[in-house]
């Protein structure tokens, strides 16, 4: 076996390039490249998609009722009943003692796949149907003749496959790399906490994977690289928090009860029960030396502004600066309006910096800046240029931070180190803050403010759609205002029956609403156009704003009442929730109307969803559990590495675990520099790199 997996003289290594391997050479390694599998090492984490567990193939003959059995036999007839509640596919399969029915349900994916004639292996257990044997939804595998009739051939791993490349030869090639498996995966932990974690050993996993000799055995392998999975991400989270609060000094920032009140008194409200408890929170953290590292979420219309401002606020009394940045430029210029219409007659100096501000005004701002002069800077991502420098940055406040890369948050906070607080109107499920957002600490705002009106959300099919646009008439006859927002800014040839905001903005100020003031709205116009709409729809100018979702979040227009989403199956639930946040923004009910035909699952799921719940959590929970975190949260974005084998959803309890080893760990060796956590270091630094900044640990 040694020899088999050396085309060359030198031992593998995890690093060494598949190529090397026999089987496979320069050719199949392109196809390789294609699954992601560049080297061993990427090679040995190519995990299956399912396993199989052939017994020794039976004759149909000799079956028993409640037999587990594996049978070989030709396809003599098929058929596909598609009128039954559950669609249902049957094959009657034949060997030379008898007949054995097998039926799918829900088996319509066979058709094209199963015809008369074939030979197949089938496995499941055998039952009696009217008197005949039948096997219900077993695994199977076409043959031909030179494939070998025998468990031993079918067990094991079933690979996703490519063009070139099926999981047969890919089973090949893995093969003789198990027998080497002991020297290449060293193990990460000490006996001792292996076994009170009760994990098998690395070596085991990574041959069980592939090759379970049970599936006792391949449960175990999969928790174990599941849990490696889960610990190496924690343990990567812990360290960078860890190197904030341990490493970097912040200023402290007093908060007397004077401070308190002069800033209370800028809000002609008072303030929630929860903004209060998360004001408290941020306080405590700001007034310490170590920067702050916090999370403020809370669901769309719940105040998280006017805490983001009281922290604002808070900084500048203490004669720092504060760099508020939002991801649109038509984000920025809401929070810059909210600040203005609370700060008004303020002593408090405050700019926007976007894109368009160029030439000697942009100079003078960043002069300004620069000495300290002003004590708020709002705008988009065109703060982290390098020519922008604050005097005394304490306080950076990020809003939708998911919409934000790692390294820019980490840029904005290379001059100094301020104190941090990330918002985000999209509610985040427990498990994606134990990861995406594992480095910092958590406040909620759960509850909105009083008199927010009722928002009623309906699906609405093409049969109803002139019943909605009179109902939506009479809004508009009624002095409220209206969003339209589709899923793209101009019509594509493939894109179907997809609509675009460019083409239905004529059709509606023209067909549809000729009476009423219809204006276009996206995020490939020149600043000053947009910022130009938004206004004049703020100040009720205009009746109807066609859209894309350039409006998805922060913009506040309290007397738009009524949120029409064209094309909603084309977009995502937290989406479509953050769409619906731009209405219900005053005591006045205000309604949502989903247009979509579609016949994909998945996309009705979403809409009975958001017909059903105004929760954001709730949604979340149910986003998550549709789309994954991969989805929800990009690896570009969140900066973790893609989970190949766990799942933060089904494997909570596992991660919950992780995440507890992982910080007691950091807790106790803060640099992992002792002997027994040197693995674990390494594997730290190939599986993160720089995006978790580990190489300057020391």
């Known amino acids: 076996m040694e020899s ?55 004759k149909i003959g000799r079956i028993r009722p409640n037999d587990t059995v594996a049978i070989v036999g030709m396809v003599e007839s098929i058929d596909y009943q598609s009128y039954r509640r559950q669609p249902l596919f ?15 349900f829900h088996g319509g994916y066979l058709r094209g796949q199963l015809e008369p004639g074939q030979v197949i292996m089938a496995s499941g257990k055998a039952t009696l149907y009217k008197h005949q044997l039948q096997l219900t939804n077993p695994k199977f595998l076409l043959l031909d003749e030179d494939h070998p009739q025998s468990a031993e051939y079918f067990s094991g791993g079933v690979y996703p496959a490519c063009k070139g490349l099926t999981s047969r030869q890919i089973k090949r090639v893995i093969a003789p790399v198990l027998d080497k498996v002991a020297d290449l995966v060293p193990e990460f932990y000490e006996d001792d906490f292996r076994k009170k974690a009760d994990l098998i050993c690395r070596k085991d996993a990574f041959a069980w994977i592939h090759l379970p000799p049970d599936e006792d055995k391949l449960a175990q392998a999969r928790r174990r690289l599941k849990y490696d999975e889960l610990f190496l991400m924690q343990l990567g989270l812990a360290l960078r928090r860890y190197r904030v609060q341990h490493y970097s000094n912040a200023v402290p920032c007093d908060c007397s009860e004077q401070i308190d009140r002069r800033i209370r008194r800028r809000f002609p409200f008072l303030l929630t029960e929860d903004q209060n408890a998360c004001i408290a929170e941020i306080a405590a953290d700001m007034s310490q030396s170590k920067p702050m590292n916090r999370l403020l979420q809370g669901d769309v219309g719940s105040g998280k502004t006017v805490v983001a401002l009281y922290a604002a ?10 760099a508020i940045m939002a991801p649109t430029e038509i984000l920025a210029d809401q929070h810059f309006l909210s600040i203005e219409r ?7 100096n405050r700019v926007l910096i976007t894109g368009g501000l160029n030439g000697k005004k942009r ?7 620069g000495s300290g002069e002003i004590d708020i800077v709002v705008g988009t991502v065109a703060l982290l240029q390098a020519d922008i420098e604050f005097q005394r940055l304490g306080l950076v406040i990020i809003d939708e931070q998911h919409k934000f890369g790692v390294e820019q948050r980490a840029e904005l906070r290379k001059q100094t180190t301020p104190h941090c607080l990330v918002m985000t109107a999209t509610p985040i499920p427990r498990t994606l803050a134990m990861t995406a957002f594992g480095d910092l600490d958590v406040s909620v705002i759960k509850h909105a403010p009083p008199g927010r009106g009722a928002i009623v959300t309906r699906w609405v099919s093409r049969q109803e759609r002139q019943k909605a646009y009179q109902f939506i008439r009479e809004r508009l006859k009624a002095k409220k205002q209206v ?7 101009t019509g594509v040839e493939q894109a179907g029956d997809v609509k675009a905001a460019t083409d239905e903005w004529e059709h509606l100020s023209r067909k549809v609403f000729p009476e009423f003031t219809v204006e276009l709205l996206h995020g490939q116009m020149p600043s000053a156009k947009k910022q130009q709409i938004m206004a004049e729809f703020r100040r009720g100018k205009i009746d109807v704003l066609v859209s894309t979702v350039v409006v998805e979040v922060g913009v506040d227009v309290p007397n738009a009442t009524v949120m029409v989403v064209e094309g909603a199956d084309q977009f995502g639930l937290a989406q479509l929730h953050q769409l619906r946040g731009r209405i219900g923004r005053s005591e006045a009910k205000s309604y949502c109307f989903l247009f979509a035909e579609t016949d994909n699952d998945t996309a009705k799921s979403r809409l009975d969803i958001m017909t059903r719940s105004n929760d954001g959590f709730e949604i979340a929970e149910q986003d998550l559990r549709l789309r994954g975190p991969g989805e929800m949260l990009s690896t570009r974005q969140h900066g973790l590495p893609d989970l190949k084998i766990a799942s933060i959803v089904d494997d909570f309890d596992l991660l919950v675990m992780a995440r507890k080893n992982a910080f007691e760990m950091v807790s106790q060796d803060s640099m992992l520099t002792r002997a ?22 020391a």
Request: aromatic residues 10%.
């Open 483 to 489: 969003y339209f927002v589709y899923p793209r800014i």
């Open 90 to 104: 049957e094959a009657l399969v034949s060997d030379d003692t008898g007949v054995c029915r097998i039926v799918w």
């Open 313 to 322: 606020l808070l900084a500048v009394a203490n004669k720092l600066q504060v």
């Open 4 to 58: 088999e997996i050396r085309n060359s003289e030198f031992e593998i290594t995890l690093s060494t390039p598949v190529q090397f391997l026999k089987g496979v050479g320069p050719a199949r390694a392109e196809t390789f490249a294609q699954l992601g599998v560049r080297t061993v090492g990427d090679l040995l984490e190519y995990f299956p998609r399912d396993w199989n567990f052939m017994p020794e193939p039976t």
């Open 363 to 369: 100079q003078g701002v960043l002069k300004a800046v």
């Open 676 to 697: 027994e956590h040197r693995n674990i270091r390494r594997a730290l630094l190939a599986k993160f790199g720089d995006a978790i900044g580990l190489a300057d640990v």
């Open 342 to 348: 609370y700060l008004k007659d303020s002593n408090v």
